[in-house]
């Protein structure tokens, strides 16, 4: 009898190694991550992963979606369209995800986002800015909830209108994201302030985006004596930037200055008190914005497991999965073209406010802050005193403009 | 006037970068023919261990003179345990061998220091700015300046005036007859190689005032060097300095003259050395 026992205790234990049945245990949602994890912008995708995995673990915590956990399958695009796509596929075909979310660069999305609607599986982009994904090459499957870069400059534009300043400039890196953010902001502008003069093309400096010696480029800006500048340079290039400007004298209360991502965490960290303040700075995501409980808990959560205050790519990625459950939680299926139904005109609350994503083009409208950089002895880094939301609505321009047809 | 002035200093303070960068790299292939794609992570490693250094003794100044040394350390071992077996082979052993270093290097700093952005402040006997005709010009460019000079006029003496520099001459002319009248070869080579680490790592540290480090800082430099070194000649010292000059000074009034086209011109001026003189400015024949 003994030996009985012992015997159905062995194939017991040895049935416990075999995959659950799926019929009695939860097969976990799985979700596809595709950010760059490696190269000089490795910090982006670390900054996801890590909101990444504080919503998932919320998420579980919390009894799963639907019932069933959440599984997360990250993936390196190096910052290059054909490795993304790679891993886009491998995530789709292999792994079997059932949502994808990600990219930061808008290069890459902008080549790997028309191959998506082929893999038939939803794609959330929570970092890159380029209007065309909700725009020209939109389609079912594509869908964005952070800022992108016409709401982000229309801020802009809406700050710029307040000031006494006439005539703008800009420096920016040189490829499409510092040219679109010039050309936005000249149209928006213009339509808000007709008697805005912009420097012609030959007096404005696009630095490469290898630059490291920004020198020549803040003289030459110096030289043409503009009344405001707008910078779209973002990660290094803007580190080193306003370090050197600062040493040059470019931020002496000359100009005004609009930073469209000056407000990121990476940024403000690196720089310390070398950030000079009374600049006007933006960000797709400021962690003191929103006094909602909800982001009051994100960035309780966030700092006391990282030590660190959210970025805005760490909103991105967390937001993603919120987005995500309550589109899941409305079609009662993860089924993906269910999901994809769901998602269009979904509104969900996100740490950042609340957000609500356009059938129209997929593009979330959602609030900007913008603020002035200041000194504050409770932050480590400069915050933003007085900090200036704008109403999605306000700045996200109609959907008829964006270009798209949606397939 | 104004104008032409600070994009000369511009351009002279990123020459001189530029040129520690790449004599080091010079040095490097004219004694030991290798051509060494790692120098660029060891520019990074000196910027991110004079960062290091300053956090425990918040001064530049020991952080520039125990940083660079350090990596030179790096650079014995490096040779001494890998670079040594692939001399006598294929050049493509010595690619091979230099890039995954290259690898290991710029992942071994984002596992120690993370992928996120750092930046080291100027000692503050430099920072700050002089007057400058109407403007104001940083003292640290300065700095660089004249840096570059002393450093390259101390380097062009060793290797002219002294013993231990004719000897390294002397080697990297002809190893097998330096070899014949008693030079202890191997132990030049890893002095040399030693050398060309640390000016990489003093070049780092000097930019780490002055640019944001990240991890991968140093496969921007390394291309920039290489068209240095093969704009002025492969191996050739007078060649480095002319070169980064040159390219220096090429990509601050590009900015100002050219445009968008100044993304070119370093290549554009790669292309027409490589066709009108391939040994570069003051290269050797061969």
């Known amino acids: 009898m003994k030996r009985f026992f012992a015997i159905l205790t062995v194939i017991l234990m040895l049935a416990g190694l075999l995959p659950a049945a799926p019929a009695t245990a939860a097969e976990p949602v799985k979700i596809g991550f595709v950010y760059i994890m490696s190269g000089p912008f490795a910090t982006y995708g670390q900054f996801a992963k890590k909101g990444a995995e504080l919503a998932i673990d919320e998420i579980n915590k919390a009894g799963g979606i639907l019932g069933r956990p959440v599984e997360a399958c990250f993936e390196d695009s190096t910052g290059k369209p054909d490795v993304a796509m790679r891993a886009i596929r491998k995530l789709v075909y292999q792994e079997k995800v059932d949502c994808l979310i990600g990219l930061d660069s808008s290069g890459v999305a902008k080549s790997v986002v028309p191959s998506i609607a082929q893999l038939k599986t939803p794609l959330i982009i929570t970092h890159a800015a380029t209007p065309d994904v909700t725009g020209t090459v939109c389609n079912r499957y594509t869908f964005r909830i952070s800022l992108n870069l016409a709401q982000n400059v229309k801020t802009a534009a809406l700050l710029a209108a307040r000031t006494d300043a006439r005539t703008w400039t800009t420096v920016g890196p040189d490829y499409a994201f510092g040219h679109q953010s010039w050309e936005y902001f000249q149209k928006y502008l213009a339509e808000i302030e007709p008697g805005a003069k912009f420097l012609p093309k030959d007096q404005i400096a696009f630095p490469p985006f290898k630059t490291t010696d920004f020198s020549a480029y803040i003289t030459k800006i110096m030289q043409t004596k503009p009344d405001g500048v707008l910078i779209s340079l973002w990660g290094g290039n803007l580190i080193d930037f306003v370090r050197q400007g600062a040493e040059m004298g470019f931020f002496n209360g000359d100009y005004e200055v609009l930073v469209t991502l000056g407000a990121a965490t990476e940024v403000l960290s690196a720089l310390g008190d070398k950030m000079p303040e009374g600049l006007w700075v933006g960000s797709r995501y400021w962690f003191l914005a929103n006094d909602s409980a909800l982001n009051r808990d994100f960035v309780k959560n966030y700092h006391g497991r990282f030590g660190e205050y959210p970025s805005y790519n760490a909103h991105g990625a967390y937001g993603a999965l919120l987005t995500y459950k309550a589109a899941v939680e409305k079609a009662k299926t993860v089924d993906k073209d269910a999901v994809v139904t769901a998602l269009e005109g979904l509104t969900v609350e996100l740490p950042v406010g609340t957000i609500t994503i356009r059938p129209e083009d997929h593009q979330a409208v959602t609030d900007a802050c913008w603020g002035k950089t200041a000194a504050d002895p409770a932050y480590p880094i400069r915050i933003l005193k007085p900090m200036q939301i704008f109403r999605g609505v306000d700045i996200t321009p109609p959907a008829s403009d964006t270009g798209c047809t949606m397939k | ?286």
């Open chain 2, 1 to 286: 006037m104004e104008t032409f002035i600070a994009n000369l200093l511009n351009g002279l303070s990123w020459g001189m970068l530029l040129f520690l960068i790449s004599v080091g790299l010079t040095t490097v292939f004219g004694v030991l023919g290798v051509l060494n794609f790692a120098h660029g992570s060891f520019f990074m490693l000196g910027a991110y261990l004079c960062m290091q250094i300053m956090h425990v003794v918040p001064s530049f100044w020991i952080g520039i003179l125990v940083g660079p040394m350090l990596v030179a350390l790096l650079g014995v071992i490096v040779e001494r345990l890998l670079l040594r077996r692939v001399y006598g082979r294929d050049i493509t052993f010595q690619l091979l061998l230099t890039f995954a270093i290259l690898l290991v290097l710029d992942d071994a700093v984002r596992l120690v220091w993370g992928p996120g952005y750092h930046v080291v402040e100027a000692p503050a006997l430099l920072a700050g700015t002089v007057p400058l005709f109407f403007h104001s010009y940083p003292v640290y460019r300065l700095f660089l300046v004249a840096a570059g000079p002393v450093i390259g006029g101390a380097l062009w003496s060793f290797f002219h005036f002294t013993r231990w520099g004719r000897v390294v001459r002397a080697a990297a002319a002809d190893r097998e007859m330096a070899a014949g009248v008693g030079i202890r070869v191997p132990a030049l080579f890893t002095a040399v190689f030693a050398l060309g680490t640390w000016l990489a790592a003093i070049g780092g540290a000097l930019a780490a005032p002055h640019q944001s480090l990240a991890p991968s800082m140093g496969e921007r430099i390394i291309i920039e060097s290489f068209i240095v070194v093969v704009v002025g000649g492969m191996g050739s010292f007078p060649g480095a300095f002319a070169g980064a000059l040159l390219l220096g000074l090429l990509e601050s009034f590009g900015t100002v003259f050219a445009g968008r086209a100044q993304m070119a011109l370093p290549f554009i001026l790669l292309a027409l050395v490589l066709l009108v003189r391939p040994r570069g400015f003051f290269g050797r024949e061969g």
